[in-house]
C-alpha cells in the first residue's frame, strides 16, 4: 500500500507493539477482525470526524469505526439527530447505516493495547491521516474527539499544538478547515459527566451551523428540532 494512501494494508508493520498485539487476537479471535480499520463515509463528505483508535471489541471486532462499542451508541445516535446520518444503527457493520456528508476515521488505525497508543504509535500513523484529510476534496470541517486526536490532526495539517491548544466546544481555523473539538465519547467521559449528551448535541449544533443544511436534507433538522420523525 503506498504510503501516500489514506488505508493502511491488512498486515501494516508499522508499529511492532500494536502488531504483535494484532497477531496475539488473531489467534484468539479468528472472526474478529482484527486488522487496521478503515475510514468510514464517503470521501466526498463536508465532515470529517477523527476518534482516538479502535476499541477491543468494538471497531477492532466489527471492522467499522466506533461500532460495537459503548462510545459508538452516542456517536451515531448524535450524527443521525444532526442529519449526518441514516438508517438505524445497530452495532453491527452490515445494519446498513451510512454516513451523510460526514466520514469518520481514527488517529490511530489499529487496537492499542488498553487502549492507549504511544507517542511513537500516533506519529507513525499521522501518514495515513493526513493522506485521509488529502482525498476529501470537499472537506470544510474536521472534529476531533479528544486531545490525541486533536493534536494529531494539527501535526498533520503542518501546525504546532501548541499553537491550537484543545478544548472542548473550541474551533480553530486550521489550513482551510474548521477544526472542532470535543472531548471524546468515551465510556469514562460520559459515565463521570465530563460529557453530557447535551455537551456533545451542543458540539455538532455548532458544526452543523457552519456547514449549512444539506440541500437534499433541508427538512431533516428541522423535523428534529421540532421532536418529529423525518424518515
Ligand atoms: N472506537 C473507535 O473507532 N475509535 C475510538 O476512538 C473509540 C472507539
Redo the contacts with the bound molecule.
Sequence with gaps: MPLSSGKPGRDCPSCPRLVEFRLRWRERERGWHNAP?ASFGPPDAGLLIV?????LQ??NRTGR???G?Y??DLLYGTIKEFGFGRGDYAARPDDGFTLVDAR?T?AVRCVPPE?KPTGGEIANCRPFLAATIKEMPRLRAILA??RI?HDSVVCALGGRPSAFPFGHGRRNALSAFALFDSY?C?RYNTNTRRLTPEMFKAVFAEIRAYLGEPASQSTTSAALRSGGNSE
Excluded at 476518534?51 to 476499541?55: H, M, Q, R, S
Design positions: 480499520v476518534g482516538l483508535a479502535p476499541g468494538g471497531a469505526p466506533f461500532t462499542d462510545a459508538g469518520i481514527n487502549n474527539l479528544g486526536a471524546h468515551s
